[in-house]
């Protein structure tokens, strides 16, 4: 920010402009007097000379009320309850309660708060007009019929008025138009199919005591499970399954998407009458048997090599495990906050206030915690940014492998987004929030399960030293926080703000791996166990960042920076090898999906053409990668066809649209071919420039586990994040305003002066807790009955226990 003129050698001086001065309007700087005091306690603190100290005020967050309602938010309770009771009053939708249904019934599956289109919430945001009027948007999963389907309902206005509320098929917001209707493939699944898969397992019970001692028949002491790929293969009009077989943990570690057996039958259950299901196929080491009998056959024949198996053991359990560290006996370092929240809080609204920053909480089924309005000294920069979906496409040369694309969204973040563990996931002193949502005829809410704190980054925000002082700033954060476990594998989503006016978007992954039987599979994992491959993958998220800077009309810029040959005036002709910059906007959608360029030598910006900063630059937001990003190594997908058409870039811009909320829907995976969100429809070549516009971005990982994702795989390293900073937004880096920042001056190897601009200098006795004595009050979730509506008699439930799609 400020030009520099080096000279001298050795020791460099800087010649300070006279801009370069501190200047301090807002704090008065300390005294001399302070500063002394502050070098006398320092001194005696490394003197240990006890210091009668009182204990330190811990507050709270404060307590305030959001400018506006939470229009992103959850439905109340009693909103749920009436909108249940009316649904199931709807005589042609034929609802019957979860818990009295069977595989040919039809059942509510989700009930939840529809966001309001951006215009009407911009009326409301920023004109001082009303609230838009409220509306759910329920699914439904209509199964009595010989073709199941789920069903998008748009039902309101709510409030509940008998006469005046009404239910309309959900459309608009889908590429498909098809009624809000999605096929269902996974009607019969959990409950005939799985009886299904139990005759097959029986029919070859003697070869699988003979290779392993076990069998899977649907007994309690079954050692040996059944599990299959997903989505189901989508091939022509026909809906086949490979299924094989994992053995089973016996235990608390429930390890056994590490334990694949290596076996494997495909069968065709198209329609949904068993009796028209049939066996396709075995494969076993590379070998594919056209039926039961032609393996059976083979095997007892000799010809079958045996290759044992994978079982669980200590190997697998994320306990301790091995030699105890020297000195890991002693507490670790922990983060503190010496007097409480400095941020504040609407728990009711989810809304949070920090240090310029302000931002709603939203929450949803299908991506869990979203951010709404997120502003910075009161100017809008983002008005949602969010999940869309999460994608983990395998590979292998095995048909589980090669068939398996789990799209999380199918079984929504929401859901198993589970209460978080104080002082582990979250510094004890964080606050938490609770989320609820519907389920089974009941809302469920996740106890704080979403942490917001403070804390101090391991590195300082700025630094500088010269000849005369040196001077820091301290880098403090806000961190909005939380996980999703779904199946296997735990995702860690951090939204982080930062004093510069950039934030940060994290995804991490933990748990455990799901691996390959090693068997053939050399070019698709590293052997990491007995027979087991780690089995490539490449996790692909995909986040909504609908961007608003200083209004809704934006443009993307792209700064490249070229290689670059030339001659200067002064050059006397002779020719320059170096480089500049090429700026262009981005015009339409046509050019709107893109990748990282190499060696990172483009710059992504958003940016308003119409305001400029005061030397002609436009402001905006620069958009880079943090920790890596990744976009599917996979070109036209076999098994996800049109279903993920937004994993194929890093950055993809669309105009925004009532009609395009998001990238993906839930339920895309039950028809890959023409899913209900084609992303590729978004891009039709519409204007880009100076329009209300969405920035689309991928996060991911290529993963390939090795034994280090033994027993799980790890946070420190699995990982991606992007960042969003002000580029030529403010006129100097806003992180100038804190006070928590020093300034030493030297000379002749003494100090002079220790300016600390009036930081909080408070000396304090801190009541430290060890973490795990608030981990006994770990809860799960609270469950309350909606239909009938039981208001007040809550129950807790395991946060696993619920029941998925
Ligand atoms: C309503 O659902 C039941 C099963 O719950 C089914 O037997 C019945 O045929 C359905 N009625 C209509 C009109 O579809
Ligand atoms: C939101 O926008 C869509 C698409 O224009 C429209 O069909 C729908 O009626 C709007 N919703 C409301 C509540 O106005
Ligand atoms: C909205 O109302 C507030 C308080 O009544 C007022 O200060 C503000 O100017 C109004 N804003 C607009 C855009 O009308
Ligand atoms: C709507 O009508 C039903 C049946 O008549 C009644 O049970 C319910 O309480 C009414 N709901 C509201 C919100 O008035
Ligand atoms: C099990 O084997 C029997 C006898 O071969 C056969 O009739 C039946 O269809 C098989 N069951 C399944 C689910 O494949
Ligand atoms: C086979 O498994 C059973 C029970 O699961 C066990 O009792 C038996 O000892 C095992 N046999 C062998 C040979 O390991
Ligand atoms: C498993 O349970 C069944 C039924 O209770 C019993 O017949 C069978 O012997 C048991 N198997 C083993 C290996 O214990
Ligand atoms: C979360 O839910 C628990 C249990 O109902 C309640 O005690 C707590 O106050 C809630 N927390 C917030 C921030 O609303
Ligand atoms: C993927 O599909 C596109 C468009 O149809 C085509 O241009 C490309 O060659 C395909 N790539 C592969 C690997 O099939
Ligand atoms: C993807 O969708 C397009 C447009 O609907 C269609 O032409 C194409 O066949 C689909 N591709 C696959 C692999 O299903
Ligand atoms: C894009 O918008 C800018 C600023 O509003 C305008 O000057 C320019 O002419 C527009 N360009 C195109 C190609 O429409
Ligand atoms: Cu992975």
């Known amino acids: ?115 309001p289109n951006k215009t009407d919430a911009l009326t409301y945001l920023d004109s001082n007009g009303t609230a838009p009027v409220r509306y759910a948007r329920a699914v439904i999963n209509n199964q009595a019929t010989e073709e199941p389907y789920y069903q998008d309902l748009l039902v309101g206005p709510i409030p509940v008025v008998n006469g005046t509320t009404h239910w309309e098929p959900l459309e608009y917001p889908f590429t498909r138009k098809t009624g809000g209707r999605v096929r269902n493939l996974a009607a019969d699944v959990y409950t005939v199919f799985a009886k299904w898969t139990l005759e097959v397992s029986a029919n070859v019970s003697d070869i699988t005591l003979d290779l392993w001692n076990a069998t899977a028949l649907g007994l309690d002491n079954d050692t040996l499970g059944i599990g299959s790929i997903d989505p189901l293969y989508q091939d022509g009009d026909r809906i086949r399954r490979w299924d094989g077989f994992w053995s089973l943990s016996q235990d608390i570690f429930a390890s056994s998407s590490m334990t694949p057996m290596g076996l494997y039958f495909m069968s065709d259950t198209t329609g949904r009458d068993p009796s028209k299901w ?157 989320s609820t949502f519907y389920v089974s005829e009941t809302s469920r809410t996740h106890i704080n399960n979403i942490c917001v704190f403070e804390a101090e ?26 996980i999703s476990t779904l199946g296997n594998y735990d995702y860690l989503f951090s939204y982080t703000f930062f004093m510069d006016g950039s934030l940060a978007i994290e995804v991490r992954a933990s748990g455990y791996i799901q691996a390959a039987f090693y068997a053939k599979n050399e070019d698709y994992g590293f052997h990491i166990h007995d027979q087991l491959s780690g089995s490539m993958h490449d996790h692909v998220l995909n ?146 420039n100076q329009t209300d516009l969405v920035v689309w971005f991928n996060l991911g990982m290529h993963h390939i586990p090795h034994t280090g994702d033994l027993p799980t795989t790890v946070f420190t390293t699995a990982h991606s994040g992007i960042q969003f900073m002000p580029s030529n937004y403010f006129e100097v880096g806003p992180n100038q305003e804190t006070i928590n920042m020093v300034r030493v001056d030297y000379s002749d190897g003494k100090v002079t002066d220790v300016v600390n601009f009036g930081s909080s200098k408070e000396v304090c006795e801190l009541s430290y807790e060890p973490s795990y004595t608030d981990l006994w009050e770990y809860k799960g979730d609270v469950v309350v009955r909606k239909f009938p509506y039981m208001p007040n008699e809550p129950y807790y439930a395991s946060p696993g226990s619920q029941g998925s799609s």
């Open 278 to 434: 049939f066996v396709e196929g075995w494969y076993y080491n590379g070998i594919f048997y056209e039926s039961t009998e032609e393996f059976r056959d083979a095997y007892w024949s000799g010809k079958v090599e045996k290759l044992g198996g994978n079982f669980d053991g200590p190997w697998a359990h994320t306990d301790q495990q091995g030699d105890i560290l020297p000195q890991d006996v002693l507490s670790p370092p922990v983060t503190v906050a010496p007097q409480g929240a400095r941020y504040s809080v609407d728990a009711k609204r989810k809304y949070i206030e920090w240090m310029g920053w302000s931002f709603y909480i939203g929450f949803s089924r299908d991506s869990g915690m979203i951010l709404n309005d997120i502003r910075y000294k009161g100017k809008r920069i983002i008005y949602e940014l969010g999940l869309e979906e999460a994608l983990s496409h395998y590979a292998g040369s095995d048909p589980i492998q090669s068939h398996t694309a789990y799209l999380d969204g199918y079984y929504g973040f929401g859901p198993y987004s589970f209460e978080l563990l104080k002082g582990y996931d979250c510094p004890d002193y964080a606050t938490y929030l609770n």
């Open 457 to 482: 980054s391991d590195f300082p925000l700025a630094r500088h030293s010269a000849a005369k002082y040196v001077a820091a700033t301290k880098n403090i954060k806000f961190v909005v926080r939380s």
């Open 1 to 115: 920010m400020v030009s520099h003129t080096w000279i001298g050698i050795g020791v460099a001086a800087l010649l300070a402009p006279t801009v370069c001065s501190q200047s301090l309007p807002k704090f008065a700087p300390a005294s001399q007097g302070q500063a002394v005091g502050r070098r006398a306690l320092a001194a005696s603190l490394k003197q240990r000379t006890p210091l009668p100290r009182a204990p330190c005020t811990v507050r709270d967050a404060l307590n305030i009320e959001a400018p506006k309602e939470n229009i992103w938010g959850e439905l109340s309770g009693p909103e749920t309850a009436d909108i249940v009771a009316w649904l199931f009053a709807q005589k042609d939708l034929n609802l019957t309660t979860v818990e009295n249904a069977g595989s040919w019934d039809n059942t509510l599956l989700s009930v939840e708060l529809m966001h």
């Open 543 to 688: 986040f909504k960042a609908d961007f608003d800077i200083l209004g809704t009309d934006n443009t993307i810029e792209l700064v490249k920076q070229v290689p670059f040959t030339t001659t200067y005036p002064w050059s006397k002709g002779k020719v320059f090898n170096t480089m500049k910059i090429e700026r262009s906007f981005i015009d339409n959608e046509d050019e709107g999906r893109f990748n990282w360029a190499p060696n990172a030598q483009a710059q992504v910006l958003v940016v308003n053409r119409d305001e400029p900063n005061r030397f002609g630059e436009p402001r905006g937001y620069r958009i880079l990668p943090y920790t890596g990003t990744a976009h599917l190594t996979v070109e036209n997908s076999t098994v996800l066809n049109n279903a993920t058409n937004w994993a194929r870039h890093d950055i993809m811009v669309s105009q925004r649209k009532d009609t395009e909320p998001h990238s993906i829907h839930r339920y895309n995976n039950q028809d890959t071919h023409d899913p209900p969100v084609n992303f590729d429809n978004f891009f039709d070549g519409e204007s880009l």
